[in-house]
């Protein structure tokens, strides 16, 4: 594997992962597609190299590249832009009917959690 690749597909990670622990919707919609582009990075680096994947008389099986590979990164483009495309209608929604496209805490989870919490403390 190249390190350039690896180096590249890591600050891709990172910066995704940095960005899907924000608050705003469009930020965590950035870093999941900062990590699904990370993704797809690290499966063509997987990859072997060699000609392509097209056996001649001339070409032995040892020579060729994995066609599978491309294949799982194309597949996976398209599923990252149909997730991507369903995740900005939910934000382009939430930015209608609530005027911000910040993610606010809810209330009866923290109710809940809070209750959950002060009950296996007493138990103890």
Known sequence: MSLIGLVVAATLFGIGT?????????????????ISHGVNLLIILSGRRGLAPVVTSSVGPDGIADPLPQAMVLTAIV?????????????????????????????????????????????S
């Open 79 to 123: 599923i990252a832009f149909g997730v991507t495309a369903f995740l900005l209608a939910l934000a382009l929604r939430s930015f209608i009917l609530t005027g911000s496209d910040a993610v606010e805490d809810d209330v009866e989870d923290r109710r809940i959690a809070g209750a959950e919490t002060g009950a296996t403390g007493e138990g």
């Open 18 to 34: 940095y960005l899907i622990q924000q608050r705003l919707l469009t930020r965590i919609i950035i870093g999941l597609g900062l």
